[in-house]
């Protein structure tokens, strides 16, 4: 069976519609403002708003206000057009308000550029906001993008706990400004100390960091410091083992745990300053003598400060107390004895 289908007379006879005027006008005002966005509604109330300071005698333009009225918006609207189109004048790029009559053309800058000048919100206005739009500005980006997450916390907060990008970003920006916000120091301090977990991973990276500063000093100054203290030379091989772990732990990346690789380089070095002094007579010798010394200002600093009268004594005295002062006592005389016996010297009678 055969459909038979009638299909509409395309013949060349055929007339267009004629083009009605409002569908041109529309497709011109289109055009207009497809090439140059927000400017073209920026002239037109730059030259129809007066600029403060002008009387109705000198300038047949209106105030925002009545602008505004008749245009069937807010005042701040116009005005924000009004501002951005000041500041574009400002910057050279568009006539002053002054130079401009009701009805005239001029030549407007591309789409792009508006966002520059114009701030859709309110709130750029504020001391507040005009430091948000600085910020974004030295970023980089529009800072219409930035007033608004600036007015939408809960976002902010929602694209930080589901995005781990938006959470590093938001680190790296709150280390930038606490380093200006004295106050900020101080909040996120406390709220390291009361949450447990962030406590001890604070603790953890603060013995990193402290581990890899020791390879670094050494590294870096040439010394070491013996367990007793004291402060020498750097051998050259020990040095150069400092400066290998030290350029391991430098070419880590930032999300690389860098604390198994600071315990390896720490446990090293102190091994290898043990070693250093274990290898020389002199020094094994000078080591114990510095440690020896150490332990004796540090005995007898606490001796000194169980120094009481008698009536004190009285209320507080226990039997074991005495005992515990006579081994002591006796402990005291037998290092006295070995250490005269060593020089040479026999022990006095007592």
């Not at 400066?243 to 430098?250: A, K, Q």
């Not at 002199?282 to 120094?307: D, G, H, I, N, P």
């Amino acid at each position: 069976m055969t459909l038979a289908i009638d299909l509409p007379e395309t013949s060349a006879q055929t007339s267009p519609a004629p083009l009605s005027d409002l569908v041109a006008r529309d497709a011109r005002e289109f055009g207009v403002y497809a090439r140059t966005g927000g400017w073209a509604f920026g002239l037109m109330v730059a030259r129809s708003v007066r600029p403060g300071g002008q009387s109705a005698d000198e300038t047949p333009k209106v105030p925002a206000k009545e602008f505004a009225a008749l245009a069937g918006c807010s005042p701040d609207r116009v005005m924000r057009y009004y501002k951005a189109w000041d500041r574009a004048a400002d910057g050279g790029l568009v006539p002053h308000f002054e130079e401009l009559a009701p009805g005239q053309e001029v030549e407007l800058p591309d789409a792009e550029v508006w966002l520059t000048y114009y701030v859709s919100r309110s709130s750029a206005g504020s001391e507040r906001g005009t430091a948000i739009a600085e910020a974004a500005e030295a970023e980089g980006i529009r800072p219409t993008k930035a007033l608004e997450v600036a007015e939408n916390p809960t976002a902010l907060r929602a694209a930080i706990l589901a995005d781990p990008s938006t959470a590093r970003a938001a680190r790296a920006a709150l280390l930038d400004r606490i380093k200006e916000d004295p106050d900020l120091q101080v909040e996120l301090a406390r709220d390291v100390v009361r949450t447990d977990d962030l406590k001890k991973a604070v603790a953890t990276e603060s013995r990193s960091a402290d581990r890899i500063g020791y390879v670094r000093q050494i590294a870096e100054s040439g010394q070491i410091k013996t367990p007793a203290g004291q402060t020498l030379d750097a051998p050259a091989e020990l040095r150069q083992e400092a400066e290998r772990h030290l350029s391991l732990l430098d070419e880590l990346n930032d999300d690389e745990d860098a604390g198994e690789w600071a315990s390896d380089a720490y446990d090293t070095m102190k091994s290898l300053v043990v070693e250093t002094v274990e290898a020389d007579p002199e020094l094994r010798v000078q080591e114990r003598r510095t440690k020896f010394y150490s332990s004796l200002q540090r005995a007898t600093k606490v001796f000194e400060e169980l120094t009481f009268d008698d009536a004190d004594a009285q209320e507080f005295y226990e039997d074991d107390m005495v005992q515990r002062l006579e081994e002591l006592q006796q402990a005291i005389g037998s290092c006295i004895t070995a250490l005269r016996g060593a020089r040479g010297t026999a022990p006095e009678a007592g």
